[in-house]
């Protein structure tokens, strides 16, 4: 498993942006297909965003697609997620998670890092 820590959640109004960073270290980053993923107060953990190793494919929820965008850096060991026009109901602790094949479940994950959006 490669260890993940998030950062730079926090809050923001309705209509803002965040930007999100989760380094890895551990095992070759390059070769693990990443993602996001949130979980609101009382609701279950959902996918929001994934790119394989190469960054040749990304996929988005239906609720983000268009204003989020997933990317990586691997020199620099790090998956980032770009929150544009943001919404109240974005508001969730937001995962980034990693996995080594791509039909596998997720099996390493981050703290998470809180983001709230004010309307």
């Known amino acids: 498993q490669v260890q993940l820590v998030e950062s730079g959640g926090g809050l923001v109004q309705a209509g803002g942006s965040l930007g999100l960073s989760c380094a890895a270290s551990g095992r070759p980053f390059s070769s693990y297909f990443m993602a996001w993923f949130r979980q609101a107060p009382g609701k279950e953990r959902e996918f929001v965003a994934s790119i394989n190793w190469s960054d040749d494919n990304t996929a988005y929820s239906d609720s983000v697609k268009g204003r989020f965008t997933i990317s990586r850096d691997n020199a620099k060991n790090t998956v980032y997620l770009q929150m544009n026009s943001l919404k109240p109901e974005d508001t969730a602790v937001y995962y980034c998670?990693?996995?080594?094949?791509?039909?596998?479940?997720?099996?390493?994950w981050g703290q998470g890092t809180q983001v709230t959006v004010s309307s």
């Open positions: 998670a990693g996995k080594r094949r791509l039909l596998a479940t997720y099996d390493s």
